[in-house]
């Protein structure tokens, strides 16, 4: 733990230090400043806009209180949905609006992320009101280990994470739920796996499922009748979240998993992959299932494609064209990508998603959301 970011702090006239924990690689905060009760929500908005980060002490319910008065008061400052702009200030396109969301997105979490906890070695938390996040922390860090300081507002996240961990999430596809991990990518839009359950099989002895995370894909093509399917993926958290679900299933002994960054050895006659669809930078590694700088995993499953095709096999290209409407990528770079490759299209199945956010008109990003298409694009070696 030697190399682990450490947090110094004041307290009572004496200094101390802590490991810092952030799941986004934030930096310890450098000014830290002991607050509890009697610190109100303007107080604390001002320090943390300031960037002076506030180490509760206080009810941990009072906490959960100012958490939320901070939000509030980062809303107001904000300008929300198209028609509340001003000519003046209204974005000139969906582009613009998209990084001027993802700015406000990033100070939002900047502020919020200020008001922190001190968390001691068995995960408890000492403060009045404080619940237990014991479950929730070693499933997320492991078993406990020594004090550390983190955000509130990741420390809610865990506990979130442990929740949906332990309800799952239902996916029609499958007829079955999937229990995502802490950092993993959870399968909550279902439209692209009802393509996958619909698309027709190119064989049924081999595939590959570029990506796995949650192993839903690696999941819905056993159930579909594959004999074996190669599913890979380079971070371990999503490799241990693909094995539990697929051991809770009954499938594991169908699947093999490898931690890989793309491609297993060999050739299959169907490689699927879904990869991350907006090229942008993300801010947090669980952002790294929605956001591909650059488009790098896209463009690196294209490149390998043909080399990993059995002779009459198909790669399935799973990816919404949302980057499209927001100008980040262009339909024909794609086709180009395509081509570059060595590959032909030889059929897409497209279909609309239908989460609540493609009717939110307050959503900065509605217009591109309400145009968005998911698709399944068929490639074939030209």
Avoid at 280 to 285: G, L, T, Y
Wanted: glycine fraction near 8%; include cysteine; charged fraction near 25%.
């Amino acid at each position: 733990m030697s190399d682990a970011p450490m947090i110094r702090w004041s307290e009572d006239g004496t200094d101390h230090t802590a490991l810092w924990r952030s799941e986004a690689g934030l930096p310890p905060p450098k000014r830290v400043l002991v607050a509890d009760d009697t610190l109100n929500a303007d107080q604390a908005y001002r320090l943390a806009c300031e960037g002076t980060a506030l180490l509760w002490r206080g009810d941990f319910h009072n906490g959960r209180q100012l958490l939320q008065a901070l939000a509030r008061r980062i809303e107001r400052k904000q300008p929300k949905g198209k028609g509340k702009a001003s000519k003046d200030t209204a974005p000139a396109s969906l582009t613009q609006a998209f990084h001027l969301h993802r700015q406000a997105q990033g100070q939002r979490a900047r502020i919020l992320a200020m008001l922190l906890i001190a968390v001691d070695a068995d995960y408890r938390v000492n403060l009045r009101r404080a619940p237990d996040f014991s479950a929730a922390c070693t499933e997320a860090y492991g078993p406990a280990g020594e004090p550390f300081v983190v955000s509130l507002r990741e420390l809610q996240a865990l506990v979130g994470a442990h929740e949906w961990r332990k309800k799952g999430v239902n996916i029609p596809a499958l007829g079955a739920t999937i229990h995502p991990h802490y950092g993993v990518f959870s399968p909550l839009r279902g439209e692209y796996l009802e393509l996958l359950a619909q698309a027709p099989l190119p064989a049924s002895d081999l595939a590959f499922d570029i990506g796995t995370g949650s192993g839903v894909i690696a999941a819905l093509l056993t159930k579909r009748g594959l004999a074996k399917v190669v599913a890979t993926d380079l971070d371990p958290r999503a490799l241990a979240c693909a094995r539990e679900n697929l051991e809770r299933l009954g499938l594991a002994a169908r699947v093999e998993l490898q931690q890989r960054d793309l491609f297993p050895e060999g050739r299959a006659p169907l490689v699927v992959c879904n990869p991350p669809w907006v090229p942008a930078k993300p801010s947090s590694p669980i952002e790294y299932a929605v956001f591909d700088p650059d488009s790098r995993m896209l463009r690196g499953f294209l490149a390998g494609l043909k080399d990993h095709l059995a002779p009459g096999g198909e790669g399935w290209l799973i990816i919404s064209d949302l980057a499209e409407h927001l100008g980040l990528r262009s339909r024909q770079q794609l086709l180009d990508w395509i081509a570059a490759a060595g590959l032909e299209v030889a059929a897409r199945h497209d279909i609309r998603p239908s989460h609540g956010k493609t009717r939110d008109a307050d959503d900065p990003l509605h217009a591109a959301r309400a145009a968005e298409v998911t698709s399944l694009w068929r490639l074939r070696a030209a």
